[in-house]
C-alpha cells in the first residue's frame, strides 16, 4: 500500500527553464509534507516543506503547492540548475508532525547545461 | 544546525556475523529516531521507530529480532543486524527529530554489503 506515490521516475529540464515534481498521497491523516533531495550513498537533504493549513510556500528557487482536496502536492525549482541534478523524494507525516515520515519513491531529474 | 552523524559509512561482513550502525545526535537531544533502508532505485522504507528509554516500534514485515535496535540515550540509537545474510545488504538510513521540535535530520547513510 504505496501511501505516498511519486508516478514520474525521471524528469530532465533544460538549465533556467522550470521543474515541476509532483507527488500524490492517500492518507487524508497526512497533515505535513516536506520534499527531500538525496544523491546516491548520502542520507537525504531537507529542501522544504508545507503544512496542511497552507497551500504554498516558498523558499528561493523552492516553491511547494498543496491542493488537499487532489491530495497531490507538487515542487517547482526555478531557474533550474545542473547542481539540481539528484533524486527528490517526497515524505509526508501526520498528527501534527509528530509521526514517522511516510516517502514517495522519488523522481530522478536531470538538469542539462 | 542539527548535525546527525551516521557510522559506519560502509561494511562489509561474511554471512551469519552481525553489523552494528550508530546513529548519533551531535548538536540537539533526541527523543526519537528512525531507521530507514532503500534498496538501489527504490524509496526510502520505514523499519522502525526508536524512542529513547523504550523499545523501538517496528514496521509490519520487517523483523525485529534481526534488526535489534538500541537507543539508550537522548544521542544515540544503534541498530544491529543480526545473523546477516546477502539479501540483507542495503542502504540504512537513520533520521532523528529534535526533542520538543519538528523537522528531521537525516545521517549520511550506511552501505552494508553482506558477502
Known amino acids: 500500500d504505496q501511501q505516498v506515490k511519486q508516478n514520474s521516475p525521471s524528469l530532465s529540464v533544460q538549465e533556467g527553464r522550470i521543474s515541476i515534481l509532483n507527488c500524490d498521497y492517500t492518507n487524508s491523516m497526512f497533515d505535513y509534507f516536506l520534499w527531500y533531495k538525496k544523491y546516491p550513498a548520502e542520507g537525504p537533504t531537507f529542501l522544504i516543506s508545507i503544512s496542511s493549513i497552507k497551500d504554498k510556500n516558498e523558499d528561493g528557487r523552492f516553491t511547494v503547492f498543496l491542493n488537499k482536496s487532489a491530495k497531490h502536492l507538487s515542487l517547482h525549482i526555478v531557474p533550474s540548475q545542473p547542481g539540481d541534478s539528484a533524486v527528490y523524494f517526497c515524505?509526508?507525516?501526520?498528527?501534527?508532525?509528530?509521526?514517522?515520515?511516510?516517502f514517495g519513491q522519488g523522481t530522478t531529474l536531470q538538469v542539462k547545461p | 544546525g542539527a548535525v546527525v552523524s551516521q557510522h559506519p559509512s560502509r561494511v562489509i561482513c561474511k554471512s551469519g556475523t552481525s553489523v552494528k550502525i550508530e546513529c548519533r545526535s551531535l548538536?540537539?537531544?533526541?527523543?526519537?529516531m528512525f531507521w530507514y533502508r532503500q534498496f538501489p532505485k527504490q524509496s526510502l522504507m520505514l523499519m522502525a521507530t526508536s524512542n529513547e528509554g523504550s523499545k523501538a516500534t517496528y514496521e509490519q514485515g520487517v523483523e525485529k529480532d534481526k534488526f535489534l535496535i538500541n537507543h539508550a540515550s537522548l544521542t544515540l540509537s544503534t541498530l544491529t543486524v543480526t545473523s546477516a545474510h546477502p539479501e540483507d545488504s542495503s542502504f540504512y538510513i537513520c533520521?532523528?527529530?529534535?526533542?520538543?521540535?519538528?523537522?528531521?535530520?537525516f545521517g549520511s547513510g550506511t552501505r552494508l554489503t553482506v558477502v
Open positions: 533520521s532523528a527529530r529534535k526533542t520538543g521540535g519538528y523537522g528531521y535530520t
Open positions: 515524505a509526508a507525516s501526520g498528527a501534527g508532525n509528530t509521526g514517522k515520515l511516510i
Open positions: 548538536d540537539f537531544q533526541a527523543t526519537t
